[in-house]
């Protein structure tokens, strides 16, 4: 079972960066892709990017196009969240998660691990 561990949130204001990671402990690791997601409170979770594990091919919500990028290390198990530009409307909890599919990459049913989540408050 693959056990993943972000970490890196925290309190920041408009226009403000963070850099999200998420440190997955399985030595074999070899996800399809991994993703970033968000919840609000009161809202359900939310697609934020993913990168393929093997190619480094990304794709990115519309919202945060632009501003986040996402990135991956493969020797370390790691994937990055850096976000910059932030708005107040980011503010939520950030996971992140594992596919082995290809397809309907912003479906959260699509995903098999996640992690615990870490806060990100982003006052105006």
């Known amino acids: 079972q693959v056990q993943l561990v972000e970490s890196g949130g925290g309190l920041v204001q408009a226009g403000g960066s963070l850099r999200l990671s998420c440190a997955a402990s399985e030595r074999s690791f070899s996800p399809y892709a991994m993703g970033w997601f968000r919840q609000a409170p009161g809202k359900e979770r939310e697609f934020v990017a993913r990168i393929t594990w093997s190619g480094g091919i990304t794709y990115y919500a519309d919202s945060v196009k632009g501003r986040f990028t996402i990135s991956r290390d493969n020797a370390k198990n790691e994937v990055y969240l850096h976000m910059s530009s932030l708005k107040p409307e980011d503010t939520a909890i950030y996971y992140c998660?594992?596919?082995?599919?290809?397809?309907?990459?912003?479906?959260?049913?699509?995903?098999?691990?996640w992690g615990q989540g870490t806060q990100v408050t982003v006052s105006s």
């Open positions: 998660a594992t596919t082995r599919t290809a397809t309907a990459a912003t479906r959260v049913d699509r995903y098999d691990y």
